[in-house]
Nanobody, 122 residues
Framework: QVQLVESGGGSVQAGGSLRLSCAASGLTSVRYTMGWFRQAPGKEREFVVYESWGGGATASADSVKGRFTISRDVAKNTVYLQMNNLRPEDTAVYYC???????????????WGQGTQVTVST
């Protein structure tokens, strides 16, 4: 059974930093792309960043380039999202997800975590 569990969300002032974690279990037989998405109230879920299984391929949304970084600790089966220079418009519920392909489309992700809230104040 696949489980993705996010943690690390919280409230921060603009310009601050947070690091989200996503602990994965059950992803043993297939090499998954790990992605982060976010959803703000009244908006659709949007792509933030992904990393391929081997770490050789990454992609990020233009809105977070240069501020957000994805990384992975293979030994701990954990994926991280380091978020720096946070802005109020980054406020959303953040989700990690796993896909069998390299894609930015949320519909192509097979497994999802429960989400963690990030709130950025001015």
């Amino acid at each position: 059974q696949v489980q993705l569990v996010e943690s690390g969300g919280g409230s921060v002032q603009a310009g601050g930093s947070l690091r989200l974690s996503c602990a994965a279990s059950g992803l043993t037989s297939v090499r998954y792309t790990m992605g982060w998405f976010r959803q703000a109230p009244g908006k659709e879920r949007e792509f933030v960043v992904y990393e391929s299984w081997g770490g050789g391929a990454t992609a990020s949304a233009d809105s977070v380039k240069g501020r957000f970084t994805i990384s992975r600790d293979v030994a701990k089966n954990t994926v991280y999202l380091q978020m720096n220079n946070l802005r109020p418009e980054d406020t959303a519920v953040y989700y990690c997800a796993a896909s069998r392909i390299l894609t930015t489309l949320p519909t192509r992700y097979d497994y999802w975590g429960q989400g963690t809230q990030v709130t950025v104040s001015t």
